[in-house]
């Protein structure tokens, strides 16, 4: 089985850009292009970037998509509904269950809407990258554009359905995992615990 290498670049606003890469084809996908954008290329010489995806369209996570683009190529997306609401475009708009291949790997897009409409989470293997939708210990910070309620469900119904061992690639602060934040987030609290 191919191996997946998972690198978290340290962007403006706080925000973590992931490239992620199947070792053995050396294709490679960016989450989340904010800037500078050469703090991202830096990290895919010798790979070639199929695509370039934005979680969710605040500025600090999709402001460097075009200017990365140019240069290291790759095909950029995000989901319609944000790019209506913050008149971003895109090459390719993303939509739930969509699954984008990159080497031996495969992508699955989940749309997660509340943070912001068109907020997505991203899966790969056993891996979940998932913007703001949900951080370690907590949530994204919440904007006019968020929708709390619709937050909680998206999470209930599409994050807390991935298997309890998934790990967490949030678009702010450190990684985690669904069961150790199942177990500490305060959103949590009172929950009842999955069967
Ligand atoms: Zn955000
Ligand atoms: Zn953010």
Same mark, same amino acid.
């Given at each position: 089985?191919?191996?997946?290498? $998972?690198?978290?670049?340290?962007?403006?606003?706080?925000?973590?850009?992931?490239?992620?890469?199947?070792?053995?084809?050396?294709?490679?996908?960016? !989450? +989340?292009?904010?800037?500078?954008?050469?703090? !991202?290329?830096?990290?895919?010489?010798?790979?070639?970037?199929?695509? !370039?995806?934005?979680?969710?369209?605040?500025?600090?996570?999709? =402001?460097?998509?075009?200017?990365?683009?140019?240069?290291?190529?790759?095909?950029?997306?995000?989901?319609?509904?944000?790019?209506?609401?913050?008149?971003?475009?895109?090459?390719?708009?993303?939509? +739930?269950? +969509?699954?984008?291949?990159?080497?031996?790997?495969?992508?699955?897009?989940?749309?997660?809407?509340?943070?912001?409409?068109?907020?997505?989470?991203?899966?790969? =293997?056993?891996?979940?990258?998932?913007?703001?939708?949900?951080?370690?210990?907590? $949530?994204?910070?919440?904007?006019?554009?968020? +929708?709390?309620?619709?937050?909680?469900?998206? !999470?209930?119904?599409?994050?807390?359905?991935?298997?309890?061992?998934?790990?967490?690639?949030?678009?702010?602060?450190?990684?985690?995992?669904?069961?150790?934040?199942?177990?500490?987030?305060? $959103?949590?609290?009172?929950?009842?615990?999955?069967?």
């Amino acid at each position: 089985m191919a191996k997946l290498s $998972i690198l978290k670049v340290k962007l403006e606003r706080e925000v973590n850009g992931y490239v992620v890469t199947c070792s053995s084809t050396k294709e490679a996908v960016v !989450i +989340d292009p904010g800037l500078p954008v050469e703090k !991202i290329a830096e990290q895919l010489k010798g790979l070639k970037v199929r695509y !370039i995806l934005a979680t969710h369209c605040h500025p600090g996570h999709v =402001a460097g998509k075009d200017d990365l683009k140019e240069l290291v190529g790759g095909e950029t997306g995000l989901h319609s509904a944000d790019a209506k609401q913050f008149l971003r475009s895109a090459d390719r708009y993303l939509l +739930d269950g +969509d699954e984008l291949d990159f080497g031996e790997f495969k992508l699955t897009v989940l749309h997660t809407p509340g943070h912001t409409p068109g907020s997505v989470c991203f899966v790969v =293997a056993n891996h979940a990258f998932v913007g703001d939708t949900l951080l370690a210990g907590g $949530i994204g910070k919440q904007t006019p554009e968020t +929708d709390l309620r619709r937050q909680m469900m998206s !999470i209930g119904t599409k994050l807390l359905r991935l298997p309890l061992t998934t790990a967490l690639y949030p678009g702010h602060g450190p990684a985690s995992s669904l069961e150790r934040e199942l177990a500490q987030n305060p $959103i949590f609290r009172g929950a009842p615990a999955p069967s």
